[in-house]
Nanobody, 120 residues
């Protein structure tokens, strides 16, 4: 089984920075996509950033230039560095590991979520 554990959420003032961590344990496929999502109260869950095993990065327009996704493959850990935080960044942040063992189909594993609150 694959287990995903997130950490790093906190209360921070606007303009501050925060780094989230997401560690996966178990059998991790070479072909994978790691993504960060967030969900604010009353809103749909949205994709914030993603990183493929090939190194391709993608960001939501709302966080471009402020957030950076990265990973340490030796630890099976992905990070989300968040700078210049805004109150609208307040949400529960979720990490998802999408693993492909066949090269055609992906299996998704979600973390429990970590709360990020940005005060004005």
């Amino acid at each position: 089984q694959v287990q995903v554990v997130e950490s790093g959420g906190d209360l921070v003032q606007a303009g501050g920075s925060l780094r989230l961590s997401c560690a996966a344990s178990g059998s991790i496929a070479r072909n994978n996509v790691v993504a960060w999502y967030r969900q604010a109260p009353g809103k749909q869950r949205e994709l914030v950033a993603s990183l493929t095993s090939g190194g391709s990065e993608s960001y939501a327009d709302s966080v471009k230039g402020r957030f950076t996704i990265s990973r340490d493959n030796t630890k099976n850990t992905v990070y989300l560095q968040m700078n210049s935080l805004k109150p609208e960044d307040t949400a529960i942040y979720y990490c998802k590991w999408s693993l492909s063992y066949s090269g055609l189909r992906y299996l998704d594993y979600w973390g429990q979520g970590t709360q990020v609150t940005v005060s004005s």
